[in-house]
């Protein structure tokens, strides 16, 4: 463990330190940040009442945050320091208007590489470990947040951010690195390029893959650990929060991702009604960052959906874990009245071994009507055997065709969704070369 004392806390030692730097938090907050201000205000949040908050209970009465707040008060609205004292800025990819903007201060990068390190001794990194960094440098908080806290850590970056995968195999070959850091779908990319490039895995000394910035599921963690012979482990951040390293699985258990309690105060909400629930329900996830000082969150609302767990860890840490992200709120498709998330279909496509993992959905609405056309690649195998038999790979094969009925009826019979399903050649679908496309809704057009 990279920080013994705080990963294992007991319950009432660390729920006072939550609450000693929840109210520090809250003051900064309600003196700083006008539009904050207001809002406790109007919560019944007063300085006094803030003094007298008797345990990280009352945090339910708190008012929520949400992205649009930082959208609206683009770009340093909800700054809680002067520019003069942030050391750093990042944003998230505006895909519609205007990026997220979030800001360091020196504490703040300090202890995001903390929380970094932290996640990292988790998985198994250590001290002196060649770490190959694949997530993208620049505005994008996974970069030069995980950077930082290989760097905390004693072991060795390798600043690769993503693309250029030819590249990146060679070095991961000449550097013998031990440990990969990407997104799931960029891993599962250089694992087929590798194939691609007949290098041999023995000569990558790969051994433990973490991996984030985008759902995944534990279909998507087998093909991984299969195709790499690696252990593939979650971590799990966003940039309002603070970036990657927010929580992560230990290797020792696989099963849920530890948070760094002490930072963040998760909590699991209805997301209808507000109403925070116990743990063990899925909900979702809320946090409220007790240390940071540049641009605080106060119950912020992730979107992603979750669930706690406070049961003892066979790694003894005894912070609570949260459950896999199985879904982002937002990526929430309601085809034809369906809901659906793509995390759904992916876990049936990969159930099939006549299946790769490379997968696309296109949804569109053809004369009022909402369509679903996926597309998916077949294994490798039978592309070969293709190529072999008949010397191309041909769609309307009859096999292909008894392949893609059984694709078809697969979904329906565990998803109640009628799709039209398109198999393709291997190599056919574009690569990620970060967080994937997945999902191509031209209903959005
Ligand atoms: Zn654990």
Redesign the pocket.
């Known amino acids: 463990m990279w920080n013994r004392k705080l990963e294992t806390l007991d319950r009432v030692e660390l729920q006072a330190l939550q609450l000693a730097r929840l109210k520090t938090t809250l003051r900064r907050v309600y003196h700083n940040v006008p539009i904050l201000k207001e809002r406790l205000d109007a919560a019944g949040f007063n300085p006094d009442r803030i003094e007298k908050m008797a345990s990280i209970a009352d945090m339910a009465h708190l008012p929520f945050m949400k992205k649009t707040d930082l959208r609206e008060n683009y770009p340093f609205g909800l700054f809680a320091e002067p520019l003069n004292n942030v050391a750093r800025l990042h944003a998230s990819s505006g895909t519609k208007g205007k990026p997220t903007v979030v800001g360091y201060t020196k504490a703040d990068i300090a202890n995001w590489a903390e929380a970094c390190a932290r996640s990292l001794a988790?998985g198994g990194v250590k001290p002196g470990d060649m770490v190959h960094n694949s997530y993208g440098y620049g505005l994008f908080t996974g970069g030069l947040g995980m950077h930082y806290g290989i760097e905390n850590l004693g072991a060795t970056a390798v600043p690769a951010s993503g693309g250029r995968t030819h590249q990146q195999i060679m070095l991961l070959q000449d550097f013998s690195s031990r440990v990969l850091l990407s997104t799931p779908s960029y891993a599962l990319n250089m694992a087929y390029t590798m194939t691609e490039m007949k290098v041999p895995r023995d000569s990558i000394k790969l051994e433990i893959g973490i991996f984030g910035a985008e759902p995944w599921t534990e279909e998507m963690r087998a093909q991984i650990e299969e195709r790499l012979q690696i252990t593939a482990l979650d971590i799990y951040g966003l940039s309002e929060v603070t970036g990657p390293g927010v929580s992560m699985e230990?290797a020792?258990?696989k099963n849920g991702l530890?948070i760094w309690e002490d930072m963040f105060i998760p909590e699991i909400i209805d997301p209808d009604s507000g109403e925070v629930l116990p743990d063990g329900e899925e909900g979702e996830l809320v946090f409220t960052t007790i240390l940071k000082e540049a641009i605080p969150v106060i119950r912020y609302r992730t979107g992603d959906l979750s669930r706690l767990n406070a049961e003892p860890?066979?790694?003894g840490?005894t912070v609570r874990?949260m459950s896999r992200i199985k879904a982002r709120l937002d990526d929430m498709l309601i085809i034809r009245g369906v809901n659906l998330f793509p995390s759904e279909i992916e876990k049936c496509l990969l159930s099939l071994e006549e299946l790769a993992p490379h997968y696309q959905l296109v949804v569109d609405r053809k004369k009022a009507l909402d369509t679903l056309d996926i597309h998916v690649e077949v294994s490798e195998h039978i592309g070969e055997r293709f190529e072999k038999e008949f010397g191309e790979f041909e769609e309307t094969h009859s096999e292909l065709e008894t392949l893609r009925r059984a694709v078809q009826s697969l979904l329906k019979d565990n998803l109640g969704l009628s799709a039209s399903v398109n198999l393709k050649k291997p190599g056919s679908i574009p690569r990620s070369e970060g967080k994937a496309v997945r999902v191509i809704d031209n209903r959005l057009k």
């Open positions: 988790a230990c020792a258990g530890h860890c066979a790694c840490r874990r």
